[in-house]
């Protein structure tokens, strides 16, 4: 089973906007080895994209904490709200079909409450410049725990209703093939 035998990928890509609209944070789907699964990109601010075209951005920043946060959301089955290394905060909520775990609906690219961007580790994990981080860094938005719950209530309700619509029509269909095929007997 995958992400689209929930929804079409169009269908992703809604959600993805849909979140992006309400909380101006990088909303994605990933699918169980961390890749995005639709085109979508609306960057939160102008950092993340620097950071993320750096190869060590990507690898020890990005992709770790999308690594360590979707794995506590699966592991919990719960929603996971943790910050990267970068000091921007990241919430994955899992997506789990009965004891499948297809994937991840995630938002990130603000910082949490009084927080900061780190811009000191990031230079030292990427050798991007220093005053080009905190440049960038200086229009980065910050979100409330209330507000970050808020968007994860909304992202967990989302994957709830997507996961009973599927099991609802994929169990109408069993029932009507078992009924096809009794009445074939």
């Not at 997506?95 to 690219?109: E, K, N, Q």
């Not at 599927?166 to 096809?180: A, D, F, G, Q």
């Amino acid at each position: 089973m995958q992400l689209t035998d929930l929804l079409p990928i169009d269908d992703w890509i809604c959600i993805e906007k849909e979140i992006n609209r309400r909380s101006g944070l990088d909303a994605a789907v990933f699918d169980t080895n961390g890749f995005r699964i639709t085109g979508f990109k609306k960057w939160a601010n102008r950092l993340c994209p620097v950071i993320k075209a750096n190869d060590k951005g990507q690898s020890f920043i990005c992709a770790v904490a999308h690594m360590n946060i979707a794995t506590a959301a699966k592991k919990s089955r719960q929603p996971f709200t943790e910050e990267c290394d970068g000091g921007l905060v990241k919430a994955c909520v899992p997506i789990i079909v009965d004891d499948t775990y297809l994937g991840a609906l995630c938002g990130c690219g603000m910082v949490l409450d009084d927080g900061e961007v780190d811009t000191f580790l990031i230079n030292k994990i990427t050798g991007i410049d220093e005053e080009k981080l905190q440049e960038l860094s200086s229009d980065v938005r910050y979100i409330t725990s209330d507000e970050i719950d808020s968007v994860v209530d909304y992202m967990s309700e989302t994957i709830t209703t997507i996961i009973k619509k599927y099991k609802v029509n994929h169990y109408e269909t069993l029932h009507k093939e078992s009924i096809r095929r009794q009445n074939s007997d």
